[in-house]
C-alpha cells in the first residue's frame, strides 16, 4: 500500500515535476503530456490524414486538440474506461464558431468503448492511429494479441506508439514503476525490440524518436517518453481482405457528433443566402451613401 501510494505520486512526478517536488532540476516545459499531444499533431499537419483514430483516448483530450484540424474527416476515439468517455464526450461537440463559420470538410467524432485487443471494423484502414501512454498498461496476455489487431487487423497508413523509458526513472525520486496500473516500463532496447519484431512481421517500418529531454549531463538516458513511428511499406496494397463475416461491430459507440459543413446541402444554403443578404446589405448601405452625397453636392441635403 505504501509502495502504491508511493507510485501514485511519482505518476505525477513525471508530468509536474517542479510542483511535486520543488528544487529539483528537471522541469519538462510544456509539461510531458502536452509535448506527446504536440507530436501528434506535427504529425498530422505533415501528412494531413483524413481519418485518425485515438487506442486508449482517456479524458479525450488528444481528440480535442485534433479535431480542429481541416483535413480530419474521422476521428475516433476508443477507451477501456467507459465512464471517462461518458463524461467526456460533450468536449468534442462544436462551438458556436463552428456553425456561425462551418469547416468545408465533414468531420464526424465517435467515441468507443472497447478494448485495443479487440477487432472492430469500424476501425479499419485508418490514416493515422495513436497509442499514447496505452501498452504499459496491457497486460502479457493483451500485449501478445495487440500488434494482431492493430497492424494485422486494422492495418493503418501509419501508427504512432508511446510508452515511457525506463532508463529516465533513476533521475526522478523513488520511481520504480510511473503509475500503479503499469504492466512495465521497458527501457529503449526492449521497445525498441518489440517494435521492430512488429514492424517486421507486419510491413511496416518504423523510426524512434521521443519527448521530455534529460537534464544536461543525463543525455545517457535518453527521452523520458520513447515514441515509435510506424508506417506501412505497402501503401498500394491497401487493406488485407477478410472475409464478410469477419466485419464486426464489437465496440460501443458511446458518442458521436457530426460537424456542419459546407459539404451539407442544409449548412451550404444557409451559408449562400447568409452570403447574399450581406451583399445585398452591402449595396443598400453603399446606395444610401451615393445618394446622400449626390445631395450634399446638389445643395439638398444636411451639412457636415
Ligand atoms: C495513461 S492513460 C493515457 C490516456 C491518453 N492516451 C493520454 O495520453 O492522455 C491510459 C489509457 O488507456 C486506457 N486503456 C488501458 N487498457 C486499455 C485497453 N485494453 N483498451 C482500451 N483502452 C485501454 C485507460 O483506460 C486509459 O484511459
Request: charged share 25%; glycine share 6%.
Amino acid at each position: 500500500m505504501e509502495m502504491e501510494k508511493m507510485n501514485v505520486q511519482c505518476n505525477s512526478v513525471v508530468d509536474n515535476f517542479e510542483e511535486v517536488c520543488p528544487g529539483k532540476v528537471i522541469k519538462f516545459k510544456p509539461p510531458l503530456y502536452k509535448q506527446r499531444y504536440q507530436f501528434v499533431r506535427d504529425l498530422v499537419d505533415q501528412h494531413k490524414p483524413k481519418k485518425v483514430a485515438d487506442l486508449g483516448c482517456g479524458d479525450t483530450e488528444l481528440l480535442r486538440l485534433l479535431k480542429i484540424y481541416p483535413c480530419i474527416q474521422l476521428l475516433v476515439g476508443v477507451d477501456i474506461d467507459e465512464e471517462k468517455l461518458q463524461s467526456n464526450g460533450h468536449h468534442l461537440s462544436p462551438y458556436l464558431g463552428e456553425f456561425v463559420k462551418p469547416r468545408s470538410l465533414d468531420l464526424t467524432v465517435t467515441l468507443y468503448h472497447g478494448s485495443v485487443v479487440e477487432r472492430d471494423s469500424r476501425l479499419r484502414g485508418f490514416d493515422l492511429i495513436s497509442c499514447i501512454e496505452v501498452i504499459e498498461h496491457l497486460d502479457s496476455d493483451n500485449l501478445a494479441r495487440f500488434p494482431e489487431v492493430l497492424f494485422g487487423y486494422l492495418s493503418p497508413a501509419m501508427v504512432v506508439i508511446s510508452t515511457p523509458n525506463s532508463e529516465f526513472n533513476p533521475l526522478f525520486p523513488i520511481v520504480t514503476l510511473r503509475d500503479v496500473d503499469h504492466k512495465f516500463e521497458w527501457n529503449r532496447m526492449e521497445f525498441q525490440t518489440w517494435a521492430l519484431g512488429v514492424a517486421n512481421r507486419y510491413n511496416y517500418s518504423v523510426e524512434f524518436t521521443g519527448v521530455g529531454k534529460p537534464p544536461a549531463g543525463a543525455e545517457h538516458v535518453g527521452f523520458c517518453t520513447q515514441i515509435g513511428v510506424f508506417r506501412k511499406n505497402s501503401e498500394e496494397a491497401g487493406l488485407p481482405c477478410i472475409p464478410e463475416q469477419h466485419h464486426r461491430h464489437i465496440y460501443k459507440a458511446v458518442y458521436t457528433i457530426t460537424y456542419p459543413s459546407l459539404q451539407q446541402e442544409r449548412v451550404l444554403k444557409f451559408e449562400l443566402v447568409g452570403e447574399v443578404l450581406l451583399q445585398v446589405e452591402r449595396l443598400r448601405l453603399g446606395h444610401l451613401r451615393k445618394l446622400r452625397e449626390q445631395k450634399r453636392e446638389s445643395g439638398t441635403g444636411p451639412k457636415d
